[in-house]
């Protein structure tokens, strides 16, 4: 089991930027492909974005591909979102999550790829 703790969130204007930090404890981070998840009020949980164990390959919902970057410190045992060019629509609260499987061959997507689960963040764009 692993511990995840993000930070970062908070109240930007519409393009402005946040970058997020997740830290991760309890396990080998180095084995794990990691990702970012988000949920709006009264809408369920999306994919964002996930790095692979590696981090080699990454991969981005359409919605934020070309603003958000996903990246990890292994030597940190942290992976971050660099979010730019923030809009509206991306306010919500912002979950890492670490995935069930070492050593994964493809990038994880789906929330069942996920076993581990931090708090969450909230990240508020106003227009």
């Known amino acids: 089991q692993v511990q995840l703790v993000e930070s970062g969130g908070g109240l930007v204007q519409a393009g402005g930027s946040l970058r997020l930090s997740c830290a991760a404890s309890?396990?080998?981070?180095?084995?794990?492909?990691m990702g970012w998840f988000r949920q709006a009020p009264g809408k369920e949980r999306e994919f964002v974005a996930a790095?692979?164990?590696?981090?080699?390959?990454?991969y981005y919902a359409d919605s934020v591909k070309g603003r958000f970057t996903i990246s990890r410190d292994n030597a940190k045992n942290t992976v971050y979102l660099q979010m730019n060019s923030l809009k509206p629509e991306d306010t919500a609260v912002y979950y890492c999550?670490?995935?069930?499987?070492?050593?994964?061959?493809?990038?994880?997507?789906?929330?069942?790829?996920?076993?581990?689960w931090g708090q969450g963040t909230q990240v508020t764009v106003s227009s």
């Open positions: 999550a670490a995935d069930i499987r070492p050593y994964r061959v493809v990038v994880p997507t789906t929330p069942r790829d996920f076993g581990s």
């Open positions: 309890g396990r080998t981070f180095i084995s794990y492909a």
């Open positions: 790095i692979k164990w590696s981090g080699g390959s990454t």
